[in-house]
């Protein structure tokens, strides 16, 4: 089971773009679906996008045209390009593996 490390979180003005990192510690050439969740303040964890080992992916609508997932196998990370923030994309945001697998999250901070 590989572990997951997320990286590329911090604080940023409203409109700004960040890019996560989520580096595994394993090949995650045959994990079908990778992803990225987020946690609000009071809030529950939700998606926010997904990526299959073909490369299909699946967007939340609120962040549908701002954010872009993408993962590279010879690496074994996926990234996901956030842009045009708002501070109600403040978050701890997670990657996971097939839901099995989890990192600790990188906190996500939109100034207004």
């Known amino acids: 089971q590989v572990q997951l490390v997320e990286s590329g979180g911090g604080l940023v003005q409203a409109g700004g773009s960040l890019r996560l990192s989520c580096a595994a510690s394993?090949?995650?050439?045959?994990?079908?679906?990778m992803g990225w969740y987020r946690q609000g303040p009071g809030n529950q964890r939700e998606l926010v996008a997904s990526i299959t080992a073909v490369g299909s992916t699946n967007y939340a609508p609120s962040v549908k045209g701002r954010f872009a997932i993408s993962r590279n196998n010879a690496k074994s990370t996926v990234y996901l390009q956030i842009n045009s923030l708002k501070p109600e994309d403040t978050a701890v945001y997670y990657c996971?593996?097939?839901?099995?697998?989890w990192g600790q999250g990188t906190q996500v901070t939109v100034s207004s």
């Open positions: 394993g090949s995650i050439f045959s994990i079908n679906r």
């Open positions: 996971t593996a097939d839901l099995a697998t």
